[in-house]
């Protein structure tokens, strides 16, 4: 056997895996994602409802009778929720719905996957894309609101009975980013295409959405809230914060499980279709 | 091109960087940085990969075989990203599959474009970089140097989406020496590059393994593979076929007799001359009436033999057209006869 020259420092002590070695996943588009004008308008454009939120407290502290027309109890949080959620998932469709379809477009899966990190950390990584994303249009907002109302009306949410409302925010947030999050990634894992992938996400979301109103209304099925993931997550709104909605007439444990399940089934494709080499059989 | 300036093995081991460790380069008993122990893989009904079991040492090693022999099923099992079906492969002592904290000495270039097309080169580097988990002044460092090596440090702020194919063969290389790894699995590292940028890698590879590296070259271009090294490792139909350096294997193959060419002043009298040795089967006169081809069962007997001879006839010029890779190659994956006419 030859003998070779080492002139090259040998590495052998260096930790075996990092900490948070998802998050240089997670960093660069999200750094990428905040060099876009468009985006940063989307993601400004979310504080509308915070700010209307905010100044309907400051409107109703002034004129404590307009609360009648939506009180600033959990109701507003609920409402302010609904339409952050929304923005929610203009948000990952714009940011992340190429998150693993470009990926696996480029076939940069697979330099990902040889560096030190497992399948998992790159999951991770992407998942906090549009996780963050969410949280930031939805957990940041709720908190902020809730600030807004403990400065504005401090005797309003200084009471026990309104102590839930953080934590709801929390939980409520916590849940529907997830959710949201996964899906997006996993249709993302369907396609090769960032566009197809977009456009995949929101057709799932629109297309269940329209057969739960045929189902619901065409077929008077109340139950069929739990085929939409929207409806779905408005049920969680409407049991968290006890928004009164006439559409959402079933218990809150069944879209929760459907929320789950959907969660479930998204983990299950992602771990299908996240490998670094295609194989053709 | 330079390399960093990385300390002799053992002459220090700083505190504040990972301890510099000797390499037991050439201890027999040390365990190879790359080893395949029965390593099978299959695609259904498919065997990519049947039974091999395979050490790579130190130093560059090419990787051969036809289109479909099993060459990139072989690299994927090397670097990971597949599991053998049966067996075992083992890549710097611990288990190719399943072992991400292996890849911190580890780098890998594939065959297939992967990039982000929106990011410059040098962003490239450095967000692999810290992927590898170095801090951002390192990984603009070694981004640097590696973009240095390949001759790409001009263009580190061009988007990659912009590059050129050559230019983008150099990036992957680049990514996969920045964080100078012990082990290279270079998967068609050349291909697509001009021919100046050509050699420039093939220089970089052969130092890459003259410093005690493990570079795997996965090519079937054969004189670039040659140009690299004569250790190479010959897959076909999924089984190694060859493996070592390419003269001693072709001086196994004794079934192919030896081709040797001669052109002389005088061919017909060195024909003469050497007809009635017992170790040449059989001869040949090119048509330009310079040349004679000779086969011969045993070549070191008859190139003992040939001085006088091809004094004689005023031999100029001689040479074994089948004693290169090329055609170790061709006799191992086919069953076909060696050329007869002297190949220039």
């Not at chain 1, 477009?105 to 992407?126: F, I, Q």
């Not at chain 2, 504040?16 to 259904?44: C, D, I, K, N």
């Not at chain 2, 795997?216 to 190694?240: D, F, K, Y």
Request: hydrophobic content about 45%; charged content about 20%; some cysteine.
């Amino acid at each position: 056997m030859p003998i070779y020259d080492q002139g090259y420092r040998r590495y052998v002590a260096r930790s075996p895996l990092q900490r948070a070695r998802f998050w240089p996943i997670t960093r660069e588009p999200l750094r990428m994602l905040l060099l876009k004008r468009l985006f940063l308008a989307l993601l400004l454009s979310s504080l509308a409802p915070l700010v209307v939120s905010a100044l309907w407290i400051y409107i109703v502290t002034r004129y404590p009778e307009s609360g009648r027309l939506l009180p600033i109890d959990g109701q507003l949080f609920g409402e302010m929720l609904k339409y952050q959620m929304l923005f929610g998932i203009l948000l990952s469709v714009f940011g992340a719905s190429g998150s693993i379809a470009n990926d696996l477009r480029s076939g940069a899966m697979l330099v990902y996957l040889s560096r030190p990190l497992t399948k998992r950390d790159y999951l991770l990584g992407k998942l906090g894309v549009p996780l963050l994303l969410n949280l930031a249009v939805m957990l940041v907002p709720g908190l902020l609101l809730y600030l807004a109302g403990l400065g504005l009306a401090p005797e309003q949410y200084l009471r026990w009975h309104l102590a839930w409302i953080a934590p709801s925010i929390v939980a409520y947030s916590v849940a529907a980013g997830l959710a949201i999050s996964l899906l997006t990634l996993a249709v993302s894992s369907l396609s090769r295409s960032a566009r197809v992938a977009g456009i995949g996400l929101v057709a799932a979301l629109v297309g269940l959405e329209m057969t739960r109103l045929i189902l619901q209304y065409g077929f008077d099925r109340k139950e069929a809230v739990v085929v939409s993931l929207w409806a779905d997550l408005k049920a969680l709104g409407v049991a968290l914060f006890a928004v009164p909605d006439p559409q959402i007439e079933i218990s809150w444990v069944w879209p929760l499980l459907v929320l789950a399940l959907v969660s479930v089934g998204c983990l299950l494709v992602l771990r299908a279709r996240v490998r670094a080499v295609e194989i053709v059989t | 091109m330079t390399m960093p300036a990385m300390s002799q093995a053992g002459s220090g081991a700083e505190a504040a960087t990972p301890a510099a460790v000797p390499a037991p380069a050439s201890e027999a008993s040390a365990p190879a940085p790359l080893e395949f122990v029965r390593a099978s893989r299959w695609y259904s009904q498919v065997i990519a990969l049947n039974d091999v079991s395979v050490r790579i040492p130190p130093g560059v090693t090419g990787l051969l075989g036809p289109n479909g022999a099993g060459k990139s099923t072989f690299l994927k099992l090397a670097s990971g990203q597949l599991k053998p079906s049966q067996g075992e492969v083992r890549l710097l002592g611990r288990p190719a599959w399943g072992s991400p904290e292996v890849f911190h000495r580890v780098g890998i270039c594939p065959e297939v474009d992967a990039f982000w097309e929106h990011l410059c080169g040098l962003d490239f580097l450095v967000h692999l970089l810290r992927l590898s988990g170095y801090d951002d002044q390192e990984c603009r460092h070694r981004a640097e140097n590696a973009l240095h090596q390949v001759a790409l440090l001009d263009a580190k702020h061009r988007k990659i989406g912009g590059y050129s194919k050559g230019m983008r063969q150099r990036v992957k290389l680049a990514q996969a020496i920045a964080h100078e790894p012990e082990v290279l699995l270079l998967d068609e590292p050349v291909s697509g590059m001009d021919p100046l940028n050509r050699r420039r890698v093939i220089e970089l590879v052969r130092r890459l393994g003259r410093e005690g590296r493990t570079v795997v070259v996965s090519s079937h271009i054969l004189h670039e593979v040659e140009a690299m090294t004569r250790r190479v490792l010959l897959v076909h139909n999924g089984r190694i076929q060859a493996e070592g350096d390419v003269r001693e294997i072709r001086e196994m193959m004794d079934e192919h007799p030896h081709t040797v060419a001669l052109r002389a002043r005088d061919p017909r009298r060195l024909a003469a001359a050497i007809v009635g040795w017992p170790n040449v089967l059989s001869m040949s006169f090119g048509t330009d009436g310079e040349w004679l081809t000779a086969q011969t069962a045993r070549p070191d007997e008859f190139y003992r033999s040939l001085h006088q001879p091809a004094l004689d006839a005023g031999v100029v010029e001689m040479y074994s057209p089948d004693e290169n890779l090329e055609s170790v190659f061709r006799y191992l994956t086919t069953r076909g006869t060696p050329a007869l006419e002297p190949a220039r």
